[in-house]
C-alpha cells in the first residue's frame, strides 16, 4: 500500500514538473479513443482517414503540452498583442480570404488556416487581463470598453459569414464580463436590448441563416430540404435506443443518410451505434473535463487565472452543448462540431491549446503574484 502511494505520489510530482494535469490527460486520451472509434464508423471504414485524423490528434496534444509550458504571467502579457494579431488576420480575411461554399474564413499565408479559430484563444485571454487590471465589481466604463473588445472582432468573423463560430467567441468574452460582478440591473437591460434587436438582427443575417433557424422550428416543413439534416440526425439518436445497434452497424450513417457524419453529426452516429448508455458515458466525459476546469480555476491564485480558466471550461462546456443540441434539435444547426471527437484539424488544435491554458493555471500556481 505504501509502495503503491509512493509511486502515485511521485507520477504527480512528475507530472506537475511537465505542467500536465494527469486527471485531464486521461480524459482527454479516453475522448480521443472514442473519437477514432467514431471517426472510423462515419468514414465508412476508411483507414488513410483514421490515420490523418488520428495525426491530427497527436498534433493537438503536442500542442497542448507546449501551452501548457507557459504560465499564466506570460499568457497575460501576450494577451493584448494576440488579440489585436488575430484581428489583423481577420480583417485581411474581409479583404483577400478564401472562399468555400459562400463563405469567406480562410486565410493562405503559405498554410490554409481559419483566423477566427486563433481568436478562441485571444479573446478570453484579452477579457480576462483587461477586467483583472481594474478594480471589481467591474465600472460602467470598463463594461462598455469590454463589450467593445468582444463586439468587434464577433462582427468581422459574422460578415464571412460565420454564425456558429461567432456565438462561441462572444461567449468566451462575455461570460468573463459576467463573472467579474456586473451588476443585475446592466444584465437586464442587454438582454432586453437583445430582444428588441431582433427583427433588426433578423433582417440583416444571410438568408441561408435565416433558412436554419425556420427550419428548427418546422423542419418538417421541407423534409427533403432545409429539413433533411435534422430530421435524420433525430431518427439516428432515436433509433440507437438503450444499448445501440453496434459499432459500424447503423443504417442511417452506413447507408449515408445522415450526412457531415464525420463533423457536425457524428454525435448522432455514437447515438445509433452506441445507444443511450454510450452517449452518457461521452457526456460524462465532457462533464468531468468542465467540472475540473471549474475546480481549477476555483482554487486558481489570482483574479486573471480565475477569469481566463472560467471562460475557458464554461466555452466547452457551451461547445459541447450546442454540437448536442443542434443534432437533437433543440439548436438551430449553426456548423459547430463535436470538441475532440468530429474531425477537425484547427478546431482541435485551438480546444486542446485551451485546455493546456488550463493546465497551466493550476500546475504554475506558485509562480503567479497574488
Not at 139 to 157: A, E, G, K, R, Y
Not at 238 to 247: C, N, R, T, V, Y
Amino acid at each position: 500500500m505504501q509502495i503503491d502511494q509512493f509511486k502515485l505520489k511521485h507520477s504527480n510530482v512528475i507530472a506537475d514538473k511537465a505542467h500536465i494535469d494527469m486527471p485531464l490527460l486521461s480524459a482527454f486520451l479516453v475522448i480521443f479513443l472514442i473519437s477514432g472509434i467514431a471517426i472510423y464508423s462515419a468514414s465508412n471504414g476508411s483507414i488513410n482517414f483514421l490515420i490523418d485524423h488520428a495525426t491530427k490528434i497527436l498534433i493537438s496534444i503536442f500542442a497542448m503540452i507546449i501551452a501548457a509550458q507557459l504560465s499564466p504571467i506570460d499568457y497575460k502579457r501576450i494577451a493584448p498583442w494576440l488579440y489585436f494579431f488575430c484581428v489583423l488576420l481577420l480583417a485581411l480575411v474581409l479583404v483577400m480570404g478564401e472562399t468555400r461554399n459562400n463563405a469567406t474564413r480562410w486565410l493562405d499565408l503559405g498554410i490554409t488556416f481559419q483566423p477566427s479559430e486563433l481568436m478562441k484563444i485571444a479573446m478570453p485571454l484579452m477579457i480576462a487581463r483587461y477586467i483583472s487590471n481594474g478594480t471589481l465589481p467591474v465600472q460602467n466604463l470598463s463594461i462598455v470598453i469590454s463589450l467593445f473588445i468582444v463586439l468587434f472582432p464577433t462582427i468581422m468573423i459574422l460578415l464571412q459569414p460565420d454564425l456558429g463560430t461567432s456565438v462561441l467567441i462572444a461567449f468566451s468574452g462575455l461570460v468573463i464580463v459576467f463573472l467579474s460582478g456586473i451588476k443585475k440591473r446592466y444584465l437586464l437591460s442587454g438582454l432586453l436590448i437583445f430582444i428588441a434587436s431582433l427583427p433588426l438582427i433578423w433582417r440583416y443575417i444571410h438568408p441561408f441563416q435565416q433558412k436554419r433557424v425556420l427550419t428548427f422550428l418546422d423542419p418538417e416543413k421541407d423534409p427533403l430540404g432545409a429539413g433533411y439534416h435534422i430530421i435524420q440526425s433525430k431518427i439516428a439518436i432515436g433509433s440507437g435506443g438503450l444499448f445501440g445497434k453496434g459499432w459500424m452497424n447503423g443504417t442511417q450513417g452506413q447507408l449515408d443518410f445522415l450526412p457531415e457524419t464525420t463533423t457536425d453529426f457524428i454525435f448522432s452516429i455514437l447515438a445509433e451505434e452506441f445507444g443511450l448508455i454510450g452517449i452518457s458515458i461521452v457526456i460524462a466525459i465532457y462533464l468531468f473535463i468542465v467540472a475540473r476546469g471549474l475546480l481549477i480555476a476555483i482554487n486558481s491564485q489570482d483574479l486573471f487565472s480565475r477569469l481566463l480558466a472560467s471562460s475557458i471550461s464554461l466555452t466547452f462546456f457551451i461547445y459541447v452543448f450546442v454540437n448536442m443540441g443542434m443534432t437533437t434539435g433543440i439548436l438551430p444547426v449553426v456548423g459547430v462540431p463535436l470538441p475532440l471527437i468530429s474531425k477537425g484539424g484547427t478546431s482541435s488544435v485551438t480546444l486542446m491549446i485551451g485546455l493546456g491554458i488550463l493546465m497551466s493555471i493550476r500546475t504554475h500556481k506558485r509562480l503567479v503574484p497574488k
